[in-house]
């Protein structure tokens, strides 16, 4: 398994905050007491939760960093039970990108048939962005944190994505010019570093 790239600590870091107390996640603003019941999960630093929690304890910056490497570990161990070694495939700021993705939803439970499993397992990673952004529901409501994470997670994914051709024309020559939406079901190969490229190059010229 490959190791946590530092994008993806920082990210995850960045997305979830730390907070150095033990509280309820139905309830984050409650004081916690011994005896109160419990109503989610406990969690503290960066998003973690677990049976090494309990009421009261003392959360120290270096334990939430320590926290928050184990999990994202665990998510990686989760991201390679699902995809396997195509894992190994992605840049790092697929990687990362997808780490997050797991961080945050985890691969059980619904999330286990979810369709993106079988774009990255079919390489089809144009796919990944679209089905990325499919969960951003909670509770049955459409979150706005949610959207901001997962458009943010699909700017990282997408950020020197291999085999682009660099450059963003204008308007006036994207409107004149042939520029098909990426098919539903395309098929199981990576984008053309010379097809694109070409393809690049003959934007560039009409823009010139």
Not at 129 to 152: S, T
Request: charged share 20%; aromatic share 6%; hydrophobic share 45%.
């Amino acid at each position: 398994m490959r190791s946590i790239p530092d994008a993806a600590v920082e990210f995850v870091r960045r997305h979830e905050g730390c907070v150095l107390r033990v509280y309820d996640d139905l309830r984050p603003r409650a004081t916690l007491k011994a005896a109160d019941p419990v109503l989610g999960a406990l969690t503290a630093g960066y998003g973690h939760t677990g049976p090494d929690l309990r009421i009261g304890m003392v959360v120290t910056p270096a334990l939430a960093e320590a926290w928050l490497k184990e999990d994202l570990h665990t998510a990686a161990d989760r991201l390679y039970r699902r995809i396997g070694g195509v894992a190994d495939e992605l840049t790092t700021n697929q990687y990362a990108a997808m780490l997050s993705f797991v961080f945050n939803l985890g691969v059980d439970g619904p999330m286990a048939t979810a369709t993106i499993w079988k774009r990255l397992r079919a390489r089809q990673f144009d796919q990944v962005p679209l089905e990325m952004m499919k969960f951003v529901h909670a509770q049955g409501h459409k979150l706005q944190g949610l959207v901001e994470r997962r458009a943010a997670e699909v700017a990282l994914w997408s950020a020197a994505e291999p085999g682009s051709a660099p450059g963003a024309p204008p308007s006036s020559v994207t409107r004149l010019a042939e520029t098909p939406a990426t098919p539903s079901e395309p098929a199981p190969a990576r984008k053309s570093v010379t097809v694109w490229a070409a393809a690049g190059s003959a934007v560039a010229a009409a823009f010139a």
